[in-house]
């Protein structure tokens, strides 16, 4: 069955960086482009970037655009998230996704939970 | 920007229907999918396509589009359907994607 573990999460400094991994099984990892979708404490989801199933083509929101960054190793069957710059603004519960054919989320992670905090 | 917007919140009895709308003015040219997500879990996919339901979700569970709106549709509600829900689509462009404001269900 289709499994998705994040994993990176912790407590880190405004202005520092994280990195966070979601590793993939289950499926094959190379056919699919994933995501990252975060969502603060209390609040709705919000979707924060996407990389095709090759790795080569990516897209940000405009919220995180310049500071994270997305990539995967399909060899490991892993997802990234570079996270640089980091804000309070961007504590939140951090989500991977796969991308079905028809432009939906159709597999989600637990969840790795990062706090920027001082 | 792509924004969708919901009602914040739902109250339904037992056995009722619920009706949730989501609004966007890009929601004509992109599929809209829908999630439900409750307490302290990862969202799960429940619509695509605007109407179809993945395997193993209910038939209780329907979606249907009209114009700018999109409405998930719950039939003969059980408490087990207390949740958040949440609507999904890309952007005009298909590049970027957005999720709706979303709706707090209450099964009264």
């Known amino acids: 069955q289709v499994q998705l573990a994040e994993s990176g999460g912790g407590v880190v400094q405004p202005g520092r960086s994280l990195r966070l991994s979601c590793t993939a099984s289950?499926?094959?990892?190379?056919?699919?482009?994933m995501h990252w979708v975060r969502q603060a404490p209390g609040k709705g989801l919000e979707w924060v970037a996407i990389?095709?199933?090759?790795?080569?083509?990516?897209e940000y929101s405009n919220t995180v655009k310049g500071r994270f960054t997305i990539s995967r190793d399909n060899s490991k069957n892993t997802l990234y998230l570079q996270m640089n710059s980091l804000r309070a603004e961007d504590t939140a519960m951090y989500y991977c996704?796969?991308?079905?054919?028809?432009?939906?989320?159709?597999?989600w992670g637990q969840g790795t939970l990062v706090i920027v905090s001082s | 920007s792509h924004e969708l917007t919901q009602p914040p919140s739902v109250s339904v009895s037992p056995g009722q229907t619920a009706r949730i709308t989501c609004s966007g003015d890009?929601?004509?040219?992109?599929?809209t999918s829908w999630y439900q997500q409750k307490p302290g879990q990862a969202p799960i996919l429940i619509i695509y396509?605007?109407?179809e339901r993945p395997s193993g979700i209910p038939e209780r569970f329907s979606g249907s589009s009209s114009g700018t709106t999109v409405t998930l549709a719950v039939t003969g509600v059980q408490a087990e359907d207390e949740a958040d829900y949440y609507c999904?689509?890309?952007?005009?462009?298909?590049?970027?994607?957005?999720f709706g404001t979303g709706t707090k269900v209450t099964v009264l």
């Open positions: 890009a929601l004509p040219n992109q599929y």
């Open positions: 996704a796969r991308l079905s054919g028809s432009q939906s989320f159709d597999y």
């Open positions: 999904q689509a890309a952007d005009s462009s298909g590049t970027f994607y957005v």
């Open positions: 990389v095709a199933f090759d790795g080569i083509n990516s």
């Open positions: 289950g499926f094959s990892f190379s056919d699919y482009g």
């Open positions: 396509k605007d109407i």
